[in-house]
């Protein structure tokens, strides 16, 4: 087995730290160029399905646990909804940023980082919630193996 | 792409036509690329033509990888399809041409996004400030949307037979203490495998 996939294990190797960067700057530069929280996050988790795919999805819970995406999940959401309260606790409107800042334009660029980030979160919590509960129900005999779990 | 649909829709075999319907993202998304919306491109690339290619065929593992074949021609659903269809179609007539400088779309709030949001919001990709900014509560339920869609897969297929989610913590602990008193059977066919091999 360990043979077999010795390319695609090398591969992947080689290529989940690049999704992963690449994953970091779609988020972050989503501001200047094509992306956002939204892209950044299945991005994210495709990363993570890769590596559960080759090295299998017992490796892969090891590796990030079903716990830790479902907060992610939950956090991601509560970040943005945090930030609405923030900024009507900083006397402006819900989810209305120029209150974050010492000027307007700061605030925009910091409440819109926080919220791109809690969807980032929220969907790369989603995406490897959803594949790790299809995944935990796979057997191995059908069209593809999901890894060495069964 | 026609080709693409036409196939999707004549094969039988799933495998091969969720790998078609991950061909059909892409080249929709390069369809939006054409059109200059590389947001919504990006977004085709990796949901349409990436993740949900690997959900599907999840899904696959679990179900089969044949379709049904069914006797009759199902012709309700035909009428259906082909009802809504033409009123999509003849929906269109009405659309202004692709483009057009007059369509109400840019006559509405683009141009004070285009001229305004350097100004209001900053970022210089007006998308990003329109879907985070302008459009904040929508973001905002759209990210509830893919929060209790995760939710829901949850709770309808995430608890196993055992009535534990896998993963959990009470599945580890199921899982260690079956590893620690292995039942019967297994430890017996493996005695018998070690006799026939010796």
């Known amino acids: ?13 080689l290529l989940i730290p690049l999704i992963m960067l690449f994953a970091l700057y779609v988020q972050f530069h989503g501001d200047f160029g094509p992306g956002g929280g939204f892209q950044a996050g299945v991005i994210f988790a495709v990363a993570f399905i890769l590596y559960a795919l080759i090295f299998g999805i017992r490796v892969a819970r090891k590796s990030i646990p ?34 974050l800042g010492s000027t307007p334009l700061a605030g925009q660029h910091l409440g819109i980082l926080l919220v791109e980030f809690g969807v980032g979160m929220t969907v790369a919590g989603a995406m490897i919630t959803i594949f790790y509960t299809f995944a935990g129900h796979a057997n191995g005999d059908l069209p593809f193996r999901i890894g060495d779990d069964r | 792409m026609a080709g693409t649909a036409y196939w999707l829709v004549k094969l039988r075999n799933l495998f091969a036509v969720v790998m078609l319907s991950g061909i059909y993202s892409l080249i929709a998304a390069v369809l939006y690329v054409v059109m200059d919306a590389v947001d919504v491109a990006f977004t085709e690339a990796a949901v349409g033509a990436g993740i949900s290619t690997v959900l599907m065929l999840g899904t696959l593992a679990l179900t089969t990888d044949q379709e049904k074949v069914h006797k009759k021609p199902p012709v309700l659903a035909l009428v259906l399809v082909l009802a809504t269809g033409g009123v999509l179609v003849y929906g269109t007539f009405d659309m202004p041409r692709y483009g057009d400088i007059n369509a109400p779309i840019h006559q509405h709030v683009a141009n004070r996004y285009i001229e305004k ?39 309808i297929i995430g608890r196993s037979k055992g009535g534990v989610m896998p993963g959990s913590t009470a599945a580890r602990r199921r899982r260690k203490d079956k590893d620690r008193a292995p039942d019967q059977p297994s430890t017996a066919s493996s005695d018998l495998d070690e006799e026939a091999s010796s």
């Open chain 1, 1 to 13: 087995m360990m043979v077999e996939k010795v390319l695609l294990r090398v591969i992947a190797k």
């Open chain 1, 66 to 99: 079903s716990s830790v995406t479902r907060t992610l999940l939950a956090l991601g959401v509560l970040i943005y909804g945090g930030t609405g309260i923030l900024t009507m606790l900083l006397g402006g409107e819900f989810l209305d940023y120029n209150v």
């Open chain 2, 117 to 155: 949001s350097g100004a209001e919001v900053g970022p210089p990709n007006i998308v990003t400030s329109i879907l985070a900014s302008y459009r904040g509560y929508d973001t905002l339920g759209e990210t509830a949307v893919v929060f209790t869609a995760a939710i829901g897969v949850l709770v």
